[in-house]
Protein backbone atom coordinates (compact mmCIF):
# COMPACT_ATOMS: atom_id res chain seq x y z
CA UNK A 1 0.00 0.00 0.00
CA UNK A 2 1.41 3.76 -0.51
CA UNK A 3 1.19 5.98 2.03
CA UNK A 4 -1.24 8.58 -0.20
CA UNK A 5 -3.77 5.26 -1.11
CA UNK A 6 -4.19 2.68 1.78
CA UNK A 7 -7.42 1.33 -0.13
CA UNK A 8 -4.45 -1.11 -1.53
CA UNK A 9 -7.33 -3.56 -2.46
CA UNK A 10 -8.89 -1.71 -5.53
CA UNK A 11 -7.99 -3.23 -8.40
CA UNK A 12 -10.45 -4.11 -11.34
CA UNK A 13 -10.97 -6.67 -13.95
CA UNK A 14 -12.26 -7.61 -17.11
CA UNK A 15 -11.92 -10.29 -19.49
CA UNK A 16 -9.47 -10.04 -22.00
CA UNK A 17 -9.79 -10.17 -25.58
CA UNK A 18 -10.99 -12.53 -27.64
CA UNK A 19 -7.65 -14.34 -28.65
CA UNK A 20 -6.94 -14.94 -24.99
CA UNK A 21 -10.43 -15.61 -23.76
CA UNK A 22 -10.41 -18.57 -26.32
CA UNK A 23 -7.52 -20.17 -24.48
CA UNK A 24 -10.17 -21.65 -22.66
CA UNK A 25 -10.38 -23.75 -18.99
CA UNK A 26 -7.71 -26.00 -18.23
CA UNK A 27 -5.32 -24.54 -20.85
CA UNK A 28 -2.42 -22.15 -20.39
CA UNK A 29 0.58 -21.27 -22.36
CA UNK A 30 1.39 -24.35 -24.60
CA UNK A 31 4.35 -26.24 -24.29
CA UNK A 32 5.01 -23.99 -20.79
CA UNK A 33 2.20 -26.29 -19.20
CA UNK A 34 4.79 -29.51 -20.01
CA UNK A 35 7.41 -27.49 -17.40
CA UNK A 36 9.18 -29.12 -14.97
CA UNK A 37 9.74 -26.78 -11.64
CA UNK A 38 13.27 -27.46 -10.20
CA UNK A 39 13.13 -26.56 -6.19
CA UNK A 40 16.03 -25.94 -4.46
CA UNK A 41 16.72 -24.08 -1.02
CA UNK A 42 15.20 -20.73 -0.95
CA UNK A 43 17.52 -17.67 -1.03
CA UNK A 44 17.45 -14.56 1.12
CA UNK A 45 15.08 -12.40 0.26
CA UNK A 46 16.55 -9.63 -2.72
CA UNK A 47 15.46 -5.90 -1.96
CA UNK A 48 12.33 -5.92 -4.10
CA UNK A 49 11.15 -8.55 -1.74
CA UNK A 50 11.94 -6.64 1.67
CA UNK A 51 15.44 -8.51 2.38
CA UNK A 52 16.47 -10.20 5.21
CA UNK A 53 17.37 -13.61 5.71
CA UNK A 54 16.80 -17.05 4.11
CA UNK A 55 13.27 -18.49 6.04
CA UNK A 56 13.39 -20.59 8.87
CA UNK A 57 12.35 -24.14 8.68
CA UNK A 58 8.62 -24.50 8.34
CA UNK A 59 6.91 -25.07 12.36
CA UNK A 60 4.71 -28.56 12.25
CA UNK A 61 6.49 -31.34 10.92
CA UNK A 62 9.67 -30.81 10.25
CA UNK A 63 11.06 -29.90 6.31
CA UNK A 64 11.73 -27.39 4.89
CA UNK A 65 10.92 -24.27 2.13
CA UNK A 66 11.82 -25.21 -0.90
CA UNK A 67 11.83 -21.97 -4.11
CA UNK A 68 11.48 -22.47 -7.68
CA UNK A 69 10.79 -20.28 -11.14
CA UNK A 70 7.62 -20.81 -13.18
CA UNK A 71 8.18 -19.61 -16.48
CA UNK A 72 4.93 -17.43 -17.93
CA UNK A 73 4.00 -15.94 -20.69
CA UNK A 74 5.02 -12.20 -20.69
CA UNK A 75 1.83 -11.08 -22.22
CA UNK A 76 -1.06 -13.48 -22.38
CA UNK A 77 -2.19 -12.40 -25.44
CA UNK A 78 0.39 -14.04 -27.37
CA UNK A 79 1.50 -17.06 -24.67
CA UNK A 80 4.01 -17.60 -27.45
CA UNK A 81 6.01 -15.12 -27.17
CA UNK A 82 8.65 -13.65 -24.94
CA UNK A 83 8.78 -15.37 -20.60
CA UNK A 84 9.07 -14.13 -17.40
CA UNK A 85 10.14 -15.97 -14.81
CA UNK A 86 7.61 -16.09 -10.82
CA UNK A 87 9.12 -16.97 -7.72
CA UNK A 88 7.48 -20.04 -5.81
CA UNK A 89 8.15 -21.17 -2.49
CA UNK A 90 6.42 -24.41 -0.84
CA UNK A 91 6.69 -26.83 2.15
CA UNK A 92 5.81 -30.22 1.22
CA UNK A 93 2.86 -31.32 3.19
CA UNK A 94 3.75 -33.12 6.32
CA UNK A 95 1.20 -35.36 7.21
CA UNK A 96 0.63 -39.06 5.61
CA UNK A 97 1.12 -39.18 1.86
CA UNK A 98 -1.48 -40.92 1.02
CA UNK A 99 -4.22 -38.51 2.96
CA UNK A 100 -2.79 -35.59 0.98
CA UNK A 101 -4.90 -33.67 -1.09
CA UNK A 102 -2.56 -31.61 -3.00
CA UNK A 103 -1.35 -27.92 -3.08
CA UNK A 104 -2.72 -24.76 -1.44
CA UNK A 105 -2.13 -21.57 -2.96
CA UNK A 106 -1.73 -18.16 -0.76
CA UNK A 107 -2.10 -14.86 -2.48
CA UNK A 108 -1.53 -12.10 1.17
CA UNK A 109 -2.77 -9.35 -1.03
CA UNK A 110 -1.77 -5.53 -1.31
CA UNK A 111 -1.07 -5.95 -4.39
CA UNK A 112 2.31 -5.71 -4.52
CA UNK A 113 3.28 -8.00 -1.70
CA UNK A 114 5.24 -10.72 -1.63
CA UNK A 115 4.06 -14.49 -0.29
CA UNK A 116 7.65 -15.73 -0.80
CA UNK A 117 8.28 -13.72 2.05
CA UNK A 118 5.04 -13.51 3.87
CA UNK A 119 3.95 -17.36 3.69
CA UNK A 120 7.01 -18.33 5.58
CA UNK A 121 6.02 -15.45 8.33
CA UNK A 122 3.03 -16.67 9.13
CA UNK A 123 2.93 -20.31 8.05
CA UNK A 124 2.68 -21.19 12.10
CA UNK A 125 -1.11 -20.18 11.67
CA UNK A 126 -1.37 -22.49 8.91
CA UNK A 127 -0.13 -25.45 10.26
CA UNK A 128 -2.73 -27.72 10.64
CA UNK A 129 -3.18 -26.82 6.89
CA UNK A 130 0.14 -28.37 6.11
CA UNK A 131 -1.03 -31.83 7.26
CA UNK A 132 -2.95 -32.40 4.05
CA UNK A 133 -1.48 -29.63 1.74
CA UNK A 134 1.75 -28.62 0.29
CA UNK A 135 1.82 -24.89 1.20
CA UNK A 136 2.18 -22.80 -1.98
CA UNK A 137 2.71 -19.24 -2.32
CA UNK A 138 4.27 -16.62 -5.13
CA UNK A 139 5.23 -13.59 -5.54
CA UNK A 140 2.67 -12.38 -8.62
CA UNK A 141 3.77 -10.59 -11.68
CA UNK A 142 5.48 -7.26 -11.13
CA UNK A 143 6.42 -8.14 -7.66
CA UNK A 144 9.23 -8.85 -5.95
CA UNK A 145 11.56 -12.00 -7.96
CA UNK A 146 8.99 -12.12 -10.25
CA UNK A 147 9.69 -9.11 -13.05
CA UNK A 148 9.52 -6.43 -10.52
CA UNK A 149 8.09 -3.20 -11.12
CA UNK A 150 10.88 -0.75 -10.56
CA UNK A 151 10.11 3.46 -10.18
CA UNK A 152 12.38 5.46 -7.77
CA UNK A 153 15.63 4.56 -5.52
CA UNK A 154 15.78 4.43 -1.81
CA UNK A 155 16.87 8.28 -1.32
CA UNK A 156 13.94 9.55 -3.62
CA UNK A 157 11.39 7.08 -2.15
CA UNK A 158 12.33 8.71 1.29
CA UNK A 159 11.55 12.30 -0.56
CA UNK A 160 8.50 11.22 -2.22
CA UNK A 161 6.69 9.67 1.09
CA UNK A 162 7.22 13.11 2.96
CA UNK A 163 5.24 14.74 0.56
CA UNK A 164 2.29 15.99 1.87
CA UNK A 165 -1.21 14.20 0.80
CA UNK A 166 -3.61 15.99 2.05
CA UNK A 167 -3.20 19.66 0.54
CA UNK A 168 -5.19 22.58 1.56
CA UNK A 169 -4.38 24.72 -1.09
CA UNK A 170 -3.87 25.53 -4.98
CA UNK A 171 -0.13 25.58 -4.39
CA UNK A 172 0.04 22.09 -2.38
CA UNK A 173 -2.56 20.31 -4.85
CA UNK A 174 -0.12 20.98 -7.58
CA UNK A 175 3.03 19.86 -5.92
CA UNK A 176 0.95 16.73 -5.03
CA UNK A 177 -0.33 15.93 -8.97
CA UNK A 178 3.86 17.35 -9.98
CA UNK A 179 5.01 14.46 -7.85
CA UNK A 180 2.43 11.62 -8.71
CA UNK A 181 3.29 12.41 -12.20
CA UNK A 182 7.20 12.07 -11.04
CA UNK A 183 6.49 8.52 -9.48
CA UNK A 184 4.59 7.45 -12.30
CA UNK A 185 6.72 8.85 -15.14
CA UNK A 186 9.67 6.69 -13.41
CA UNK A 187 7.90 3.86 -13.17
CA UNK A 188 7.32 3.82 -17.42
CA UNK A 189 11.22 5.08 -17.79
CA UNK A 190 12.17 1.82 -15.81
CA UNK A 191 9.21 -0.70 -16.01
CA UNK A 192 7.86 -0.25 -19.62
CA UNK A 193 8.42 -4.00 -20.56
CA UNK A 194 6.11 -4.88 -18.11
CA UNK A 195 3.61 -2.37 -17.08
CA UNK A 196 0.75 -3.31 -19.14
CA UNK A 197 0.88 -7.31 -18.11
CA UNK A 198 0.32 -6.75 -14.66
CA UNK A 199 -3.23 -6.66 -14.76
CA UNK A 200 -5.07 -8.85 -12.12
CA UNK A 201 -6.44 -11.34 -15.10
CA UNK A 202 -2.88 -11.93 -16.16
CA UNK A 203 -2.06 -13.17 -12.35
CA UNK A 204 -5.42 -15.09 -12.62
CA UNK A 205 -4.03 -16.92 -15.64
CA UNK A 206 -0.84 -17.10 -13.88
CA UNK A 207 -2.60 -19.34 -11.54
CA UNK A 208 -4.31 -21.90 -13.90
CA UNK A 209 -0.66 -22.30 -15.22
CA UNK A 210 0.72 -23.01 -12.30
CA UNK A 211 -2.29 -25.30 -11.00
CA UNK A 212 -1.39 -27.35 -13.99
CA UNK A 213 2.43 -27.43 -13.65
CA UNK A 214 2.33 -28.16 -10.05
CA UNK A 215 -0.23 -31.49 -11.21
CA UNK A 216 -3.27 -30.66 -9.44
CA UNK A 217 -6.29 -30.90 -11.32
CA UNK A 218 -7.77 -28.09 -9.50
CA UNK A 219 -6.82 -25.05 -8.01
CA UNK A 220 -7.04 -25.38 -3.81
CA UNK A 221 -6.93 -21.61 -2.73
CA UNK A 222 -6.33 -18.71 0.04
CA UNK A 223 -6.88 -15.46 -0.33
CA UNK A 224 -6.57 -12.63 1.47
CA UNK A 225 -7.51 -9.18 1.20
CA UNK A 226 -6.66 -8.27 -2.77
CA UNK A 227 -6.33 -12.27 -2.73
CA UNK A 228 -9.63 -11.90 -2.57
CA UNK A 229 -10.37 -10.31 -5.67
CA UNK A 230 -7.59 -12.25 -7.49
CA UNK A 231 -9.73 -15.70 -6.53
CA UNK A 232 -12.81 -13.91 -7.86
CA UNK A 233 -11.24 -13.04 -11.11
CA UNK A 234 -10.06 -16.98 -11.14
CA UNK A 235 -13.27 -18.62 -10.38
CA UNK A 236 -14.57 -15.99 -13.38
CA UNK A 237 -12.08 -17.18 -15.90
CA UNK A 238 -12.20 -20.35 -14.75
CA UNK A 239 -15.06 -21.72 -12.66
CA UNK A 240 -14.68 -25.47 -13.25
CA UNK A 241 -10.99 -25.66 -11.64
CA UNK A 242 -12.15 -24.30 -8.64
CA UNK A 243 -11.48 -27.14 -5.35
CA UNK A 244 -11.48 -25.60 -1.99
CA UNK A 245 -11.29 -21.82 -2.08
CA UNK A 246 -11.67 -19.56 1.00
CA UNK A 247 -11.80 -15.85 0.81
CA UNK A 248 -10.50 -14.00 4.27
CA UNK A 249 -10.86 -9.71 4.58
CA UNK A 250 -12.66 -9.35 1.57
CA UNK A 251 -12.51 -6.66 -1.01
CA UNK A 252 -15.89 -5.56 -2.60
CA UNK A 253 -15.81 -6.36 -6.08
CA UNK A 254 -18.98 -4.29 -6.81
CA UNK A 255 -17.34 -0.71 -6.46
CA UNK A 256 -15.43 1.65 -8.34
CA UNK A 257 -12.23 3.13 -6.72
CA UNK A 258 -13.87 6.04 -5.31
CA UNK A 259 -16.67 4.16 -3.83
CA UNK A 260 -13.72 1.51 -2.17
CA UNK A 261 -12.03 4.62 -0.76
CA UNK A 262 -14.97 5.98 1.00
CA UNK A 263 -16.12 2.88 2.77
CA UNK A 264 -12.56 2.58 3.84
CA UNK A 265 -12.48 6.48 5.27
CA UNK A 266 -15.58 4.85 7.07
CA UNK A 267 -14.02 1.54 8.01
CA UNK A 268 -10.69 3.15 9.43
CA UNK A 269 -12.90 5.21 11.01
CA UNK A 270 -15.03 2.50 12.65
CA UNK A 271 -11.72 1.00 13.87
CA UNK A 272 -10.40 4.04 15.61
CA UNK A 273 -13.27 4.49 17.04
CA UNK A 274 -13.44 0.67 18.33
CA UNK A 275 -9.37 1.38 19.56
CA UNK A 276 -10.51 4.87 21.45
CA UNK A 277 -13.20 2.60 23.72
CA UNK A 278 -11.11 -0.03 24.20
CA UNK A 279 -8.38 2.42 25.63
CA UNK A 280 -10.63 4.51 27.81
CA UNK A 281 -12.30 1.70 28.79
CA UNK A 282 -9.76 -0.31 30.63
CA UNK A 283 -9.47 -0.20 34.51
CA UNK A 284 -5.81 1.66 34.08
CA UNK A 285 -5.86 5.02 32.89
CA UNK A 286 -5.78 5.53 29.34
CA UNK A 287 -2.89 7.38 28.36
CA UNK A 288 -3.55 9.36 25.19
CA UNK A 289 -7.12 10.87 26.60
CA UNK A 290 -9.60 11.13 28.98
CA UNK A 291 -12.84 9.69 27.08
CA UNK A 292 -13.18 7.74 23.32
CA UNK A 293 -13.29 11.08 21.91
CA UNK A 294 -11.06 12.89 23.73
CA UNK A 295 -8.31 10.13 22.49
CA UNK A 296 -9.87 11.05 18.42
CA UNK A 297 -10.07 14.90 19.13
CA UNK A 298 -6.03 14.89 20.32
CA UNK A 299 -5.48 12.80 17.18
CA UNK A 300 -6.75 14.92 14.83
CA UNK A 301 -4.98 18.06 16.60
CA UNK A 302 -1.63 16.25 16.28
CA UNK A 303 -2.02 15.50 12.62
CA UNK A 304 -3.41 19.38 12.09
CA UNK A 305 -0.33 20.33 14.23
CA UNK A 306 2.18 18.11 12.16
CA UNK A 307 0.89 19.42 9.00
CA UNK A 308 2.46 23.50 10.71
CA UNK A 309 5.48 22.05 11.82
CA UNK A 310 6.73 18.00 11.80
CA UNK A 311 8.45 16.50 14.85
CA UNK A 312 11.74 14.51 14.64
CA UNK A 313 10.99 11.26 13.66
CA UNK A 314 13.65 8.42 12.27
CA UNK A 315 16.53 10.81 11.67
CA UNK A 316 17.08 12.28 9.30
CA UNK A 317 13.75 12.20 8.47
CA UNK A 318 10.79 13.97 10.20
CA UNK A 319 7.81 12.88 10.95
CA UNK A 320 4.74 14.68 9.05
CA UNK A 321 1.09 14.63 8.78
CA UNK A 322 1.37 12.29 6.41
CA UNK A 323 3.59 9.60 7.84
CA UNK A 324 1.61 9.88 10.90
CA UNK A 325 -1.59 9.06 9.07
CA UNK A 326 -0.22 5.97 7.59
CA UNK A 327 1.43 4.65 10.67
CA UNK A 328 -1.75 5.33 13.03
CA UNK A 329 -3.65 3.48 9.56
CA UNK A 330 -1.14 0.33 9.89
CA UNK A 331 -1.38 0.27 13.62
CA UNK A 332 -5.29 -0.06 12.43
CA UNK A 333 -5.07 -3.25 10.63
CA UNK A 334 -4.78 -5.65 14.11
CA UNK A 335 -5.80 -5.44 17.30
CA UNK A 336 -2.33 -6.46 18.15
CA UNK A 337 -1.01 -3.31 16.96
CA UNK A 338 -3.03 -1.29 18.98
CA UNK A 339 -0.74 -1.20 21.91
CA UNK A 340 2.05 0.59 19.26
CA UNK A 341 -0.26 2.85 18.71
CA UNK A 342 -1.04 4.10 22.21
CA UNK A 343 2.63 3.94 22.78
CA UNK A 344 3.12 5.87 19.25
CA UNK A 345 0.62 8.53 20.37
CA UNK A 346 2.44 8.75 23.97
CA UNK A 347 5.53 9.27 22.60
CA UNK A 348 4.36 12.16 19.63
CA UNK A 349 2.61 13.96 22.18
CA UNK A 350 5.84 14.79 23.37
CA UNK A 351 7.45 15.78 20.12
CA UNK A 352 9.14 12.03 19.17
CA UNK A 353 7.80 10.40 16.08
CA UNK A 354 9.83 6.98 16.12
CA UNK A 355 7.03 5.51 16.68
CA UNK A 356 4.66 6.13 14.28
CA UNK A 357 7.78 6.27 11.44
CA UNK A 358 8.39 2.67 12.00
CA UNK A 359 4.64 2.06 12.15
CA UNK A 360 4.50 4.32 8.15
CA UNK A 361 7.62 2.74 7.57
CA UNK A 362 6.52 -0.86 8.22
CA UNK A 363 3.27 0.38 5.65
CA UNK A 364 5.43 1.35 2.76
CA UNK A 365 7.94 -1.37 2.94
CA UNK A 366 10.99 0.48 4.12
CA UNK A 367 13.22 -1.66 6.45
CA UNK A 368 15.29 -0.50 8.88
CA UNK A 369 18.34 -0.15 6.53
CA UNK A 370 16.59 2.26 4.58
CA UNK A 371 15.81 0.07 1.71
CA UNK A 372 12.48 -0.28 0.33
CA UNK A 373 10.61 -2.96 -1.33
CA UNK A 374 8.63 -2.76 -4.98
CA UNK A 375 5.68 -3.06 -2.71
CA UNK A 376 4.51 0.45 -3.34
CA UNK A 377 5.79 0.37 -6.85
CA UNK A 378 3.80 -2.90 -7.59
CA UNK A 379 0.58 -1.65 -5.79
CA UNK A 380 0.62 1.61 -8.12
CA UNK A 381 1.37 -0.32 -11.27
CA UNK A 382 -1.40 -3.14 -10.63
CA UNK A 383 -4.10 -1.14 -9.57
CA UNK A 384 -4.08 1.50 -12.44
CA UNK A 385 -3.12 -0.93 -14.81
CA UNK A 386 -6.47 -2.20 -13.34
CA UNK A 387 -8.87 0.81 -13.06
CA UNK A 388 -10.43 2.17 -15.71
CA UNK A 389 -11.18 5.29 -13.49
CA UNK A 390 -8.90 8.49 -13.97
CA UNK A 391 -9.76 11.30 -10.92
CA UNK A 392 -8.86 14.85 -11.23
CA UNK A 393 -8.24 17.39 -8.82
CA UNK A 394 -11.43 19.17 -9.75
CA UNK A 395 -13.13 15.93 -8.77
CA UNK A 396 -11.65 14.84 -5.72
CA UNK A 397 -11.81 18.49 -4.20
CA UNK A 398 -15.52 18.27 -4.84
CA UNK A 399 -15.85 14.44 -2.95
CA UNK A 400 -13.37 15.58 0.23
CA UNK A 401 -16.64 16.98 2.48
CA UNK A 402 -18.29 13.54 1.50
CA UNK A 403 -15.05 11.74 2.55
CA UNK A 404 -14.36 13.84 5.49
CA UNK A 405 -17.59 13.71 6.63
CA UNK A 406 -16.90 9.65 6.53
CA UNK A 407 -13.75 9.95 8.72
CA UNK A 408 -12.64 13.36 9.93
CA UNK A 409 -8.98 11.50 10.55
CA UNK A 410 -8.65 9.56 7.13
CA UNK A 411 -10.94 10.84 5.04
CA UNK A 412 -8.87 13.53 3.39
CA UNK A 413 -5.98 10.99 2.93
CA UNK A 414 -7.99 8.67 1.31
CA UNK A 415 -10.08 11.01 -1.02
CA UNK A 416 -6.80 12.55 -2.35
CA UNK A 417 -5.12 9.10 -2.43
CA UNK A 418 -7.50 8.86 -5.88
CA UNK A 419 -5.02 10.79 -7.58
CA UNK A 420 -2.36 7.54 -7.74
CA UNK A 421 -3.04 7.16 -11.49
CA UNK A 422 -2.73 10.58 -13.12
CA UNK A 423 -0.79 10.29 -16.84
CA UNK A 424 -0.27 6.37 -16.44
CA UNK A 425 1.31 4.81 -18.55
CA UNK A 426 -1.36 2.09 -19.23
CA UNK A 427 -5.03 2.35 -19.49
CA UNK A 428 -7.15 0.87 -17.33
CA UNK A 429 -9.03 -2.45 -17.66
CA UNK A 430 -12.47 -2.38 -16.43
CA UNK A 431 -15.02 -0.22 -13.82
CA UNK A 432 -15.00 -2.88 -11.40
CA UNK A 433 -13.60 -6.89 -11.45
CA UNK A 434 -16.02 -9.54 -13.13
CA UNK A 435 -16.15 -12.59 -10.33
CA UNK A 436 -19.21 -13.99 -11.42
CA UNK A 437 -18.79 -18.02 -11.65
CA UNK A 438 -21.36 -19.80 -12.28
CA UNK A 439 -20.99 -23.81 -12.52
CA UNK A 440 -17.51 -23.27 -9.24
CA UNK A 441 -17.05 -25.36 -6.58
CA UNK A 442 -18.44 -23.79 -3.12
CA UNK A 443 -16.30 -20.74 -2.02
CA UNK A 444 -15.95 -19.88 1.42
CA UNK A 445 -16.29 -15.85 1.86
CA UNK A 446 -15.15 -14.91 5.61
CA UNK A 447 -15.90 -11.35 6.58
CA UNK A 448 -14.81 -9.32 9.30
CA UNK A 449 -16.98 -7.30 11.18
CA UNK A 450 -14.68 -4.55 12.26
CA UNK A 451 -12.17 -5.23 9.86
CA UNK A 452 -10.72 -1.57 8.80
CA UNK A 453 -9.22 -2.47 5.10
CA UNK A 454 -11.75 -4.52 3.80
CA UNK A 455 -14.99 -3.18 5.49
CA UNK A 456 -17.40 -6.39 6.36
CA UNK A 457 -20.02 -4.85 3.47
CA UNK A 458 -17.53 -6.35 0.85
CA UNK A 459 -18.22 -10.13 2.13
CA UNK A 460 -21.79 -10.13 1.19
CA UNK A 461 -21.42 -8.14 -1.86
CA UNK A 462 -18.63 -10.58 -3.00
CA UNK A 463 -21.15 -13.76 -2.10
CA UNK A 464 -23.98 -12.18 -4.27
CA UNK A 465 -21.27 -11.80 -7.62
CA UNK A 466 -19.86 -15.14 -7.31
CA UNK A 467 -23.94 -16.11 -7.81
CA UNK A 468 -26.01 -18.56 -6.50
CA UNK A 469 -24.56 -21.53 -5.01
CA UNK A 470 -20.48 -20.22 -5.03
CA UNK A 471 -20.09 -17.81 -2.29
CA UNK A 472 -20.66 -19.36 1.25
CA UNK A 473 -20.64 -16.45 3.57
CA UNK A 474 -18.80 -16.72 7.22
CA UNK A 475 -18.76 -14.14 9.54
CA UNK A 476 -16.78 -12.82 12.29
CA UNK A 477 -17.57 -10.22 15.20
CA UNK A 478 -14.30 -9.25 15.37
CA UNK A 479 -11.22 -7.02 15.14
CA UNK A 480 -8.43 -6.54 12.69
CA UNK A 481 -8.04 -7.38 9.20
CA UNK A 482 -8.72 -10.56 8.54
CA UNK A 483 -10.59 -13.11 10.49
CA UNK A 484 -8.75 -16.34 10.03
CA UNK A 485 -5.14 -15.04 11.53
CA UNK A 486 -7.05 -13.51 15.00
CA UNK A 487 -6.95 -17.23 16.03
CA UNK A 488 -10.62 -17.31 16.48
CA UNK A 489 -11.81 -21.07 17.23
CA UNK A 490 -15.01 -20.65 15.30
CA UNK A 491 -13.46 -18.91 12.45
CA UNK A 492 -10.22 -21.92 12.38
CA UNK A 493 -13.01 -24.84 12.39
CA UNK A 494 -15.04 -23.90 10.14
CA UNK A 495 -12.22 -22.82 7.58
CA UNK A 496 -10.20 -26.08 8.51
CA UNK A 497 -13.06 -28.28 8.14
CA UNK A 498 -13.93 -27.14 4.54
CA UNK A 499 -10.55 -27.49 3.28
CA UNK A 500 -9.42 -30.68 4.96
CA UNK A 501 -12.43 -32.38 5.30
CA UNK A 502 -14.74 -30.49 2.13
CA UNK A 503 -17.36 -30.03 5.04
CA UNK A 504 -19.20 -26.15 3.72
CA UNK A 505 -20.03 -24.18 6.66
CA UNK A 506 -23.81 -23.78 6.95
CA UNK A 507 -24.22 -20.39 4.91
CA UNK A 508 -24.61 -17.43 7.51
CA UNK A 509 -22.71 -18.71 10.40
CA UNK A 510 -21.28 -16.09 12.68
CA UNK A 511 -18.54 -16.87 15.07
CA UNK A 512 -17.91 -14.01 17.88
Known amino acids: MTPSRIHATLAAAVLLPSLL ?11 LT ?77 PGGSG ?10 YTKLRTRYDLVSFDPRGVGRSAPVKCKTDAQLDEYFQ ?37 TTDAARDMDLMRQVLGDTELHYFGISYGTELGGVYAHLFPKNVGRAVFDGV ?8 QSALGQARGFQRALDNFADDCTSKIAECPIGDTAQDVKNRIVKLLADLDKKPIPGIFPRQLTQTAATNGIAQSLYSKDFWEYLTAGLEEAYD ?39 RYTVDHIQRKVPEFRAASPLFGDFLAWGMISCTDWAVPGAAEHPDVSAPGSAPILVVGNTGDPATPYEGARSMVDALGKGVGVLLTYKGQGHGAYDSKNKCVQDAVNGYLLDGKVPTAGKVCS
Not at 21 to 31: M, N, R, Y
Not at 251 to 258: M, N, Q, S, W
Open 21 to 31: VACGEGSAAGD
Open 34 to 110: AQKLVWKACPAPSEAEGGGTPPSPPAGGGGSWQCATLEAPLDWSNPGGDTIGLALIRARASGVPAQRIGSLIFNFGG
Open 116 to 125: VTTLPAFAAD
Open 163 to 199: QDATPDNAAERAQLVDRTRGFNAACEKNSQQILPHVR
Open 251 to 258: VDPTKTPE
Open 351 to 389: GDGRILMLLSDSLNGRNENGEYSNLTAANVAINCADEKQ
